[in-house]
């Protein structure tokens, strides 16, 4: 583990609604400087975004953020832990090996977010359709938090994102229940790396084998052999009939011949 981790701060903040945490953790990233680490899931709709730093721009942060959640009436739970113990990077999402995560670049990178969330699937898939439908977005992906929680994550302009969730707030209120939307208009690093995006819009990066395999450069050419100048040897073939005359053998067996005719 680095210095800088065991002199840093955790800050901690639970929504019940993961519109409502994407935005507290947008506030708390872009008011203080600190480090947007990951979230926690624990089900029942229950949300946590975790940030490192300073002790007082982690405090300064989750200020800021609460006071979010709490506009949006979502806030749970805010915490800050000062000169935490190495042994908590195990069971928190705030260990070196989540900061080292090495994933491919979004084609979407630089654009708004847009969330929106429903209670139940159908709601939000019936969203999703109306909002392509309706103004030039992309959906990203989409994320469940339990208790039939689900939200539907689209990137595009500020305008045509906006203009997407006012249609698909209506689509969602007619199939089902409509429980949180949220805008977030120039996302910052931190937040792009924790944003639930589909493999489809991820470029992969070029993944180089530690050993690779070392090819010829050139293919072996041909190589014409001498033509080798082979004797052939006669061998003298002997009646089997005079071989056996030779060796006293022959006069028995015309007898054994005669006798079985």
């Known amino acids: 583990m680095s210095n800088i981790h065991a002199e840093s701060a955790i800050g ?30 624990i089900g029942g709709g229950y949300c946590t975004a975790v940030i490192r730093g300073r002790f007082p721009d982690v405090r300064l942060a989750v200020a800021a953020g609460a006071e979010v959640a709490a ?8 915490s800050v832990i000062s000169r935490p113990s190495p042994n908590l990077n195990m ?5 070196d090996r989540m900061l080292a995560q090495v994933i ?3 084609r979407l990178t630089n654009l708004a977010i847009g969330l929106l969330e429903t209670r139940g699937f159908p709601p939000m898939v019936g969203a999703m359709d109306a909002m392509l439908k309706t103004a030039d977005v992309h959906v990203s992906g989409y994320e469940k938090t339990g208790a039939g929680f689900c939200t539907a994550i689209i990137r595009g302009t500020v305008s ?6 006012d249609a698909g707030m209506s689509v969602a209120e007619r199939i089902g229940e409509l429980r949180s939307i949220m805008v977030i208009p120039r996302p910052l690093e931190d ?11 991820l470029e992969q990066a070029l993944v180089i ?16 052999a001498p033509m080798v100048e082979v004797e052939v040897v006669e061998v003298e073939t002997v009646e089997l009939e005079q071989k056996l005359l030779v060796d006293g053998s022959g006069e028995k067996l015309r007898q054994r011949e005669s006798s079985l005719e």
């Open 91 to 95: 069971v928190l999402p705030i260990s």
């Open 191 to 201: 937040l792009e790396r924790t944003i639930p995006t589909a493999s489809y819009w």
């Open 12 to 41: 901690l903040i639970s929504t019940r609604s993961f519109p409502a945490m994407v935005g507290t953790a947008d506030m708390m990233i872009k008011s203080a400087d600190v480090t947007l680490v990951g979230y926690e899931k």
């Open 71 to 78: 506009q949006m009436d979502e806030l749970i739970y805010q």
């Open 209 to 224: 084998p530690e050993q690779p395999l070392i090819l010829p450069l050139r293919l072996p050419q041909s190589v014409n």
């Open 104 to 106: 491919g670049k979004s």
């Open 160 to 165: 045509n994102v906006t203009f997407a969730l």
